[in-house]
């Protein structure tokens, strides 16, 4: 799908859906700014815009079409020859986290920003470009008067995004935290380490894409107008925040495997403590009965007497009895 658009540098819509020839005329109209989205192109339509229509660099357009694991921005400037305006090349991610996987699912957006265009790229559908795009169409605040105002809109909303994702494993984990305190079964274990891998896949999402929006906001790229850096300055603090909240959870998750080791040492020591119990008070039956198992009647005149049987009952209680009495004095009963 492909969704164009072009504003005034008052932030009026003053045309969508563009037809594509039309758009190197548009470009060269200092008085409009272009946004061109690609959601899941194909590839005659990434040929077409990014190489025939805007001639990026085809190292980003290499970038934008695999798939990255880690955020990055680059800044293209052209050198002789180069057919392409100077732009901003940035690869970020939005998150979902789904409980019933108990995993974190990341999509990828890409960003082609210039001074009078912006060009997104993801393959899958994304809410922070259906929230922006709303917000533009209405033109109520007047996102749409620059690009750089539109990028920052969409990293806002995308790490917007990020804190259902957060609501949603805060819940997972406190449910979690519950039943390793309810149960000791080895899915609960399992759980624990899924969703503390899960974390830590989110901070490594994080990580990367803090320096990337910490460049922004130190006002490193000039295509990002000076009275804008603090807006980008705040993005980034929402972030931090988000990493924090990561790193807390995965303490959560530390203690909560903690807790569970511990209370599943308790539990085998009990085992081993109850097991301990029945063998000692078992010994003085087995003592009793393996000294008058043994066939010496010459020696042990007490099994000669018609009461050698109640003798061996006799001595086994009282030896078994004496044995109780001993361990509830050393409280182990």
Known sequence: MIRSFAFTTQGRLHSKDLEAFLIPTLLGDTNLFLWVDLENPTPEEVRFYLEDVF???????????????????????????????????????????????????????????????????????????????????????????????????????????????????????????????????????????????????LRQIIGPQMEVLGRFARGEFSLIRGHLVPYYRNVYDALSHISEQAQTYADSLTGILQVYLNMSSNQTGEVVKFLTMITVITTPVMVVGSWYGMNYTDQMPELRSRFGYLWAIGLTLVATLATLWWMRRKKWL
Do not use: W
């Open 55 to 201: 001639h990026f660099h085809p190292l980003s357009i290499e970038d934008c079409v695999a798939d990255r694991p880690s955020p990055k921005v680059e800044e293209y400037q052209p050198k002789e020859g180069d057919r392409f305006a100077s732009y901003l090349f940035m690869v970020i991610h939005a998150v979902d986290y789904s409980r019933k996987d108990g995993v974190f699912a990341t999509s990828e957006l890409d960003f082609f920003l210039g001074k009078n265009f912006l060009v997104t790229f993801h393959t899958t559908p994304l809410r922070s470009i259906t929230t922006v795009e709303e917000m533009c169409l209405k033109s109520t605040v007047h996102v749409a008067r620059a690009p750089d105002r539109v990028a920052h809109s969409l990293l806002d909303s995308l790490v917007d995004n990020y804190k259902p994702a957060l609501d949603e494993l805060s819940k997972e984990i406190s449910e979690l935290e519950h039943e390793a305190l309810a149960h000791h079964h080895p899915s609960v274990l399992n759980k624990i380490v899924q969703i503390k891998k899960e974390v830590f896949h």
